[in-house]
């Protein structure tokens, strides 16, 4: 099954939704994959200065890490090709015109955009304007 790559239906079609779940962001010089699975991820990514892992608030608490900033997701439950073009940069312009960080997660079936909790809101209504004002909506 391939996703869709014309960049105003995706925009058109995305549905942000908003996980209540916050997350942190955390970092492991010296824990492999496997050691992380039991804090339940909801993303890893290798890096060569360690493991990057996405975990909920309460099980970075338990490594003691949720001082970290918390971010929450908002999925855009479109079903995007990973060959879409300019999804990412048309969600980050939207969001850095309102002075919102965004950190995108590309998947298989959907893109994952997680932004400060303080800002989750206004990042909602950003992203569903964004969808609400596509030339494909009209």
Known sequence: ?????DLQKLIAHMLPMLD?????????ASKSMMDLAEYEPIGV????????AILPVERAREL??????????ITLTVHSSLEAVGL???IARALADRGISANVVAAYYHDHVFVPEEKAELA???LRNLSRNSPEQG
């Open 124 to 126: 909602l209504e950003t």
């Open 1 to 5: 099954m391939t996703g869709e790559t």
């Open 45 to 52: 990514f290798c890096e060569t200065e360690g493991v990057t």
């Open 88 to 90: 990412t940069a048309a």
């Open 20 to 28: 209540p779940e916050p997350y942190v962001f955390c970092t492991f």
């Open 64 to 73: 003691g890490l949720a001082e970290a900033e918390w971010f929450r997701r």
